[in-house]
């Protein structure tokens, strides 16, 4: 699983960031994509990718300011051209999402090929995709913004081969058999199967944040706490943190002070305003190195599974 960042800038499009999208990538486990967010330009960006539009079925807005919305049209609407005729898509998304794609597809004359089923999230609710439980944790942006905690499902350990070699159970559709139960029987005597299987493999959990305030409540921390991969936004990148609160942003030394305790794998920085020069960011990346990581278009970070 890879997390991909399409668009890694705040507001205005540069010619070097997009506005904000990302896809995590479980192609390798679940055959699909997960889009979060799609700034205007989502469909040029994928262009440059090996993601393809149809295996993107769930996509998730974190708010509707123009910078996180303004390439879901076009995205929708070549997506039916792309391979993703017939295959159902859902849009998740605050209040208000789905009177604009409405309106905008009914303005312009648009229909698509596949079911597209739009889900508006409220507050601390739970979604089952198939392999993850998801978490809308509300955010603080002066608009509803939210973060989508991605919780991969926990995976059964593998069957201790060697240790059924030694029982004399040669390899064969038996260990199948033999891991689907809870007990089994070898030459008259009964085994607990849950003796001969390893650790269980910790399913991955991934925080990914809309634009917001930097917010320190222990219940929020709690909800991230332990992630794989936090993606959080830092707007500002030179200690104006009380300008990046009254903007209803957040400033990266405070994000990393916030979250210092709350026991993360990894830290993408995203959001980046098109003000910081490349020397800038660069200054700010050493400074922080170790700690987290500044984004970039096209970035692609890999998040390895749990074994515990
Ligand atoms: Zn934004
Ligand atoms: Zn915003």
């Known amino acids: 699983m890879k997390f991909t960042v399409l668009g890694s800038g705040a507001g205005l499009p540069s010619k ?4 904000q999208s990302f896809v995590i990538d ?13 700034g205007e ?3 040029h960006r994928i262009l440059h990718t090996h993601i393809k539009p149809s295996k993107i079925k769930n996509i998730f807005i974190t708010h509707l300011h123009g910078d996180h919305i303004f390439g879901l049209p076009g995205f929708l609407s070549s997506r039916a ?8 898509l859902k849009l998740y998304g605050p209040k208000g999402l789905a009177e604009w794609i409405e309106t905008t597809f009914r303005i312009s004359e648009s229909t698509l090929n596949y079911p597209l089923e739009i889900i508006e999230v409220e507050p601390d609710m739970n979604i089952r995709l198939n392999n993850f439980d998801v978490r809308v944790i509300p955010l603080s942006h002066g608009i509803d913004s939210y973060a989508y905690i991605f919780k991969e499902d926990d995976k059964i350990g593998e069957l201790q081969t060697d240790k059924l070699r030694e029982l004399g159970i040669r390899p064969g559709p038996v260990y199948g058999e033999i891991k689907a139960g809870e007990t089994f029987t070898h030459e008259g005597k009964v085994y607990q199967t849950s003796d001969f299987i390893g650790e269980t ?3 991955r959990k991934i925080s990914v944040h809309g634009d917001t305030r930097l917010n320190s409540s222990t219940v929020y921390l709690d909800a991230i706490r332990d992630s794989d991969l936090l993606v959080h936004e830092a707007t500002f990148l030179n200690n104006e943190k009380e ?11 405070h994000v990393l002070d916030v979250f210092k305790d709350v026991n993360y794998k990894q830290l993408l920085i995203v959001h980046i305003s098109s003000r910081y020069t490349d020397e800038d960011i660069k200054q700010v990346s050493a400074s922080i190195e170790g700690r987290a990581v500044i984004a970039c278009d096209y970035f692609e970070l890999p998040i390895p599974r749990n074994v515990k």
């Open 41 to 43: 330009a989502l469909q």
């Open 243 to 253: 300008k990046a609160h009254d903007y209803f942003h957040s400033e990266i030394n």
């Open 81 to 88: 051209f792309q391979g993703g005729e017939g295959i159902p």
């Open 16 to 19: 070097d960031r997009n506005t």
């Open 201 to 203: 493999i910790e399913g």
């Open 26 to 38: 479980c192609v390798l486990e679940y055959n699909e994509y997960i889009l979060i967010d799609a």
